[in-house]
Each structure stands twice: as structure tokens, then as C-alpha cells.
């Protein structure tokens, strides 16, 4: 597996990160993981190697986009120190384009945006001593021809290509979510093609582990 004993892995991002946790609970602590897939990769690690005794923090937010989360990075991501941060963010930046459309909102986030916002966070992680690891972001929607998911490809694309050029551990939740959706229905996942339920979190949590090289035998 990737993560060394007694690592901490702070957990970045919006609200499918966020899937309710309790901002006044201890990091790490009791109930303090929400009901999403931090929640269920804090249970398999737990779980599954309690002999490496790894603290996983949940910091993400509802409602942010990257411009966002990079506002409030250092007092929620690197005051853990953590050793590793998975990134999961973009939906948002995707999504304000299609649920504002009359609002005539001025903090839109664009491709060109998200990238470099991007590169600064996995900069100012690599500077702090943590090892950045990339979550795609996701939708639960498999028609590549429906306008969000079509626009939100650019955004995934970028997310993957700055895992490339930094050498970072990309993981493909996307093809996760694409690879369960070819067999069941969408209706009893979510009902927003955004937030997950438990078994859609599930789907989310697996693919991340698999990605870090959990080893589910135990």
C-alpha cells in the first residue's frame, strides 16, 4: 500500500468530500468524516491495517470550486501536516456555469483557472513536505453528449495531464462511476447526478483504494 504507519491523509474538496461531516468534531475524530466516501476509506483503513495506525481527515466544503478550496488551504489542509492530500474538486467549477446561467455570477472558474489554480496547490503541498494524490473529478452520467458532462471532460483532462507533468498518482474515479453505471441505474445512486448515496460513495471509496494499492484480503 502507499501510505506509510502513522501517516495522516487529509482529504480535500467539495461537498461529495464534505457528505456532511461535523465541523466542530476533532480531525480524525469521531464523526468527524462525514457520510461519503471519506467516511469509508477511514473505515477500510481502519479496518483492514490497523497495524499502520493512519489518521484520515476530512477537509472538504460544500459548494467550493477550486478557486475556493486554494482560499482556505493553508488553514484547512496543510495546518494538519499532513503526508499525503487527495484533491477532489472541479464539479463545481463545472456546474456554476450550468446552474447560474441567470445570475450573471462573477466568480465562473474556467479551464484555463482551474489549471493553474491547480498547479499552485499541488506546488504549495510539495513545498509543505505532503505528496499531492489527484481524484478526478466526478459525474454520474455516462451520455458524453449531455452539455455538463461533455464540458466537465476539459476539467478531468486537465486534472489527469497535471498529474502526469508533476509524476502524482492520478486516480480515475470517472471511469469508476462509468464502469458501474454500464450496469445499474443512475436513480438509485443520486438524485442530482452530483451527490452519491452510500453505495454510490462506495463505488467512489473502492476506486481510491484500489488506486493506493489497498489490500482488501487484509
Not at 51 to 63: M, Q, S, T, W, Y
Request: aromatic share 10%; glycine share 6%; with cysteine.
Amino acid at each position: 500500500m502507499l501510505f506509510e504507519p502513522n501517516a495522516t491523509i487529509v482529504c480535500a474538496g467539495d461537498s461529495v468530500t464534505d457528505a456532511g461531516r461535523n465541523y466542530q468534531a476533532e480531525p480524525a475524530g469521531w464523526d468527524s468524516w462525514g457520510q461519503g466516501y471519506v467516511a469509508l476509506l477511514n473505515a477500510a483503513l481502519t479496518a483492514g491495517r490497523p497495524d499502520a495506525r493512519l489518521a484520515v481527515i476530512n477537509a472538504g466544503v460544500n459548494g467550493d470550486t477550486i478557486v475556493k478550496l486554494a482560499a482556505r488551504w493553508d488553514r484547512d489542509v496543510l495546518a494538519h501536516q499532513p503526508n499525503y492530500v487527495s484533491i477532489m474538486i472541479g464539479i463545481n467549477d463545472v456546474w456554476r456555469f450550468f446552474d447560474s446561467q441567470f445570475r450573471r455570477r462573477l466568480d465562473l472558474v474556467d479551464v484555463d483557472l482551474y489549471r493553474r489554480t491547480y498547479q499552485d496547490l499541488i506546488d504549495k503541498t510539495k513545498a509543505a513536505g505532503a505528496t499531492p494524490l489527484l481524484v478526478s473529478p466526478v459525474m454520474w452520467e455516462l451520455n458524453l453528449d449531455d452539455p455538463m458532462r461533455h464540458a466537465l471532460l476539459a476539467y478531468q483532462a486537465a486534472a489527469r495531464a497535471l498529474a502526469t507533468t508533476n509524476g502524482l498518482l492520478y486516480i480515475d474515479a470517472q471511469a469508476a462511476v462509468d464502469r458501474f453505471l454500464k450496469q445499474a441505474s443512475v436513480f438509485g445512486i443520486t438524485m442530482d447526478r452530483i451527490h452519491p448515496n452510500l453505495q454510490g460513495s462506495a463505488v467512489l471509496a473502492k476506486a481510491w483504494l484500489d488506486a493506493v494499492g489497498f489490500d482488501w484480503r487484509g
